[in-house]
C-alpha cells in the first residue's frame, strides 16, 4: 500500500462544521490534546464562536502521561499544558486528530483530572480509525475510517486541511 489522501479539504471541513454543530451550547469547555488534537479544537472554536457559544479552550500536552514514554525516546518533544479554567463541576469536550487505541485519551483524562474533578469528559475526533485497545468510545466523530494496523493516519495541515494514510515502514 503506498501512502493516500483518505479525506481531502472539503470533506475534512464539512466535518468540522458537523462537530461544532454536535457541540453547539451556550459555554463550551473545550481541551485540545498536542498537536493535532489542538489544531482541531481551534478549528471548532472558530465555528462555535461564529454560531454563538462562548468557548473556555485550554491544550493538553500527555507526554509525561503516556504509558509508553520509556519508548519515545530520551528527548521528546514536550509543550507546556494550558488549562486556564477551573475544570470541577464542568462538562469538558477533549479534542484530538485521531483516535485509535486509546491510550492517548486515557492519558488525556488522566490530565484533565489531575486540575480538578470534571461534571464529564466528552470525546471529540477528526477521524476515528478503529483499532482500540481500551474501551474509549468518542461521543462526536466527524469521520470514519478502518485503517490496517500496518498504517498511521495523520491529520495534514499545511497548505490544506487533508487526511493522509501512509504505511509503516
Known sequence: MTDSILFDQQTVEAALNRMADAMLADE?????????GAKVADAI?????????SVCRGN??????????????????V?????????????VWLVDDVLYT???????MDEIFDYGRPASIRLAVL??????????????????????KNCTVELV????WIIEQRQVK
Do not use: M, W
Not at 60 to 77: A, H, K, Q, V
Not at 102 to 108: H, K, N, V
Not at 157 to 160: D, L, N, Q
Open 28 to 36: 463550551v469547555h473545550l481541551v485540545g490534546i498536542h498537536s493535532g
Open 45 to 53: 472554536e472558530q465555528r462555535l464562536e461564529q454560531n454563538g457559544s
Open 60 to 77: 493538553l500536552d500527555i507526554s509525561f502521561y503516556r504509558d509508553d514514554l520509556d519508548t519515545i525516546g530520551p528527548n521528546p518533544e
Open 79 to 91: 509543550r507546556p499544558s494550558e488549562l486556564p479554567f477551573d475544570v470541577a463541576g464542568k462538562d
Open 102 to 108: 486509546g491510550r492517548t485519551i486515557r492519558a488525556a
Open 127 to 148: 477521524v476515528d480509525r478503529g483499532g482500540r485497545q481500551l474501551p474509549i468510545a468518542a461521543q462526536c466523530a466527524g469521520l470514519s475510517h478502518q485503517a490496517p
Open 157 to 160: 495541515t499545511e497548505g490544506a
